[in-house]
C-alpha cells in the first residue's frame, strides 16, 4: 500500500489556465472539469500517474452521485490529500437567489454566477417525471421576437460548471441526492428525469460548454441521466447541428415557428443566415447521426400570424421525410409582447391538420405563467432592460 500522498508545492500555471479557475481565490473550481480536465488538474498538484484515474472516479463519485461540497466528508481519501484538494481547489455552484413557486407546483429559481450576473432555472414537475429547463447564457443573441429572454441582450456564455451547477442546485432543492455510501435506491420515478436546454441563451453558441455539461449529467457514475432523457433547443444554428449529433447525441428541439422565410425571417432573425430550406437539410442526418428517434419542431402560436389552416399545411409538407413530432406551444404572454396567444379553437384546428397528416402535434399545457417562468419568458431582473409594446412591435415590423 502506497503511503497517503501529502500536500504539495502551489498548482502549476498550466492548470492555472483551466477554464473554470475562480479568479478571486486562484483555485480550481472541480465542478464543469470533465474526466480528462480533472486528470490534468490533479497531475499538476503532484497525484502520481498511476493514482489518477482512480481519484478522478473517487472525486466523480462523491461530486455527482452523493452531491457532497466539502473535502473532509470524503472520508475515502486520506487526510492529507484532503488537505491538498481544499488548499488548490473549490466545489462551487451558482447561488440560489430567490425560489418561486407556482400554483401549478412549477418552481423558478434565480441563480447568480461569477461576476454578479443572474439566470433563471425552471422545474416542472408531472406525474410521471420532472423535467429542468437550464440556461447556456446570460441573456440571447438571438432576439427571436415573441421572447421575454431575447430582448435581453447577451452577457457571457456559461461555463460548463454555471450549466452543469443548475442541475445540482436543483437536485439540492429537490432533496435528490442519496446518502454518501448508498446507491440510488428504487424509490419510485426520479423527481428531476429530464433536462431541457430552453433557458436562457442559444445553446450551439456556447458549445464547448454545454458539450462538457452534458457528458457530466449523462455520465453513468455521477448524475447519470440517459442521453434521451436531454433535449437541446436550437433556433438553427447549422453549422454546429452535426457536431451536436456526433459529440453529444442528446435529443434535438428546433425553435421553427413558421413555415416560410418572410415570416420567419421576423420571428426567428437567424433564419436570415439559415433559412427554412438549409436547417432541414440539416435535420435529416440527425436522427440517423445521433440514434434520436425523432426531431422535436417547437411551434408558438401566434394569433394571425402564424396560425393559419394554411401554415399547419405547409409545415407537414416541410418536414416530410424527417422523423419528428410537432409540440404546439400557446404564446405566453410577458410585459411588452408585440404578439397574441392564439385562440384555442384556432389551435386545436392546426393540431388537428397535423395529426392527421401522421405527426404527433400535443399542445403544450402553459407552466408556471403566474410566476413567469412560462416557455419564452425567462429573463432575469437584474439584467432587464425594460421595452416598451410600441418599441418591441418596431423592431419587429408589427408597426404601432
Known sequence: MKPPLEPQAPITQDVLTIKRQLPETGKVNLIGLTRAEMKEALAGVGVPDKQQKMRVNQLWQWLYHWGVRDFEAMTNLAKPFRATL?????????????????????????VRIAGGHE??????????????CIS????CTLTCSFCHTGTQKLVRNLTAGEIVGQIMVARDDLGEWPAPGTGTGTAGPRLLSNIVLMGM??????FESVRDAMKIAMDGEGIALSRRRIT??????????????????????????????????????INKRWNIATLLDALRTYPKVSNSERITFEYVMLKGVND????????????????????????????????????????????????????????????GEDIMAACGQLKSATERARKS????????????
Do not use: M
Not at 439566470?119 to 429542468?132: N, S
Not at 441563451?201 to 456556447?206: I, K, R
Not at 456526433?246 to 432573425?269: K, M, N, W
Open 201 to 206: 441563451g442559444e445553446p450551439l453558441y456556447n
Open 136 to 139: 447556456s447564457q446570460v441573456g
Open 308 to 367: 393559419s389552416d394554411a401554415d399547419a399545411r405547409r409545415l407537414v409538407n416541410l418536414i416530410k421525410g424527417i422523423p419528428a413530432k410537432i409540440n404546439l406551444i400557446p404564446f405566453n404572454e410577458w410585459p411588452g409582447a408585440p404578439y397574441e396567444r392564439s385562440d384555442w379553437s384556432r389551435i386545436e384546428a392546426f393540431a388537428d391538420i397535423v395529426y392527421k397528416a401522421g405527426y404527433a402535434s400535443p399542445i403544450r399545457t402553459p407552466r
Open 389 to 400: 409594446r410600441a418599441e418591441i412591435a418596431a423592431e419587429v415590423g408589427q408597426g404601432g
Open 119 to 132: 439566470v433563471e432555472v425552471v422545474y416542472i414537475p408531472e406525474e410521471d417525471r420532472g423535467t429542468l
Open 232 to 269: 437541446l433547443s436550437t433556433s438553427g444554428v447549422v453549422p454546429e447541428i452535426a457536431r451536436c449529433a456526433e459529440e453529444i447525441g442528446c435529443q434535438l428541439a428546433v425553435s421553427f415557428h413558421a413555415t416560410t422565410d418572410e415570416v420567419r425571417d421576423r420571428l426567428v432573425p
Open 86 to 110: 481544499a488548499e488548490h481547489f473549490e466545489i462551487r455552484l451558482p447561488e440560489v437567489v430567490s425560489k418561486t413557486v407556482s400554483a401549478d407546483g412549477t418552481r423558478k429559481y434565480l
